[in-house]
Structures are given as structure tokens and as C-alpha cells.
């Protein structure tokens, strides 16, 4: 499929390891994140219902009593 005539093309990722940020306290975690360049990043609680498209340069934290628990791309 062709892009649209004006568009951007999709941020490129920051080459980073998700699993890093797992067992940092989520404020540390999110300071680190966007100084490796991610343009979004979101705390989410366990369980939180969210939706499923993937955004390039987002990373999702699932953090539990302060502490990411679980991190992934998208």
C-alpha cells in the first residue's frame, strides 16, 4: 500500500529491552524510558483494560505498589 502524500512515517523505536525496566520503580522506570527516546509511556494498573493497537515508540509498564511488573512494546 502506498503512504499517504504528506504523511510521516512512524517513529522508529528506541533498540531497548522491555524486560529491563521489570522490578524498577515505575517514576525511575518512565525517566529512564524517555531518555532512551520513547515518545510514549503509560503506567497502567494490573488487570487494566486497554486497547490492543500497537503504537510505535509507546511502552506500556503494568506496575503494581510502585513497581513495573511487567513491561512491553506497543
Do not use: H
Request: hydrophobic fraction near 30%; charge should be neutral.
Amino acid at each position: 500500500m502506498a503512504p499517504i502524500p504528506g504523511s510521516q512515517p512512524p517513529p522508529a523505536e528506541p533498540q531497548d529491552t522491555p524486560d529491563a525496566y521489570v522490578g524498577l520503580d515505575a517514576e525511575s522506570a518512565e525517566r529512564q524510558a524517555r531518555g532512551r527516546g520513547w515518545s510514549a509511556v503509560r503506567q497502567l494498573p494490573p488487570g487494566a483494560i486497554i486497547t490492543m493497537e500497537y503504537r510505535a515508540g509507546r511502552l506500556n509498564f503494568e506496575v503494581r505498589d510502585g513497581t513495573v511488573t511487567r513491561c512491553w512494546k506497543g
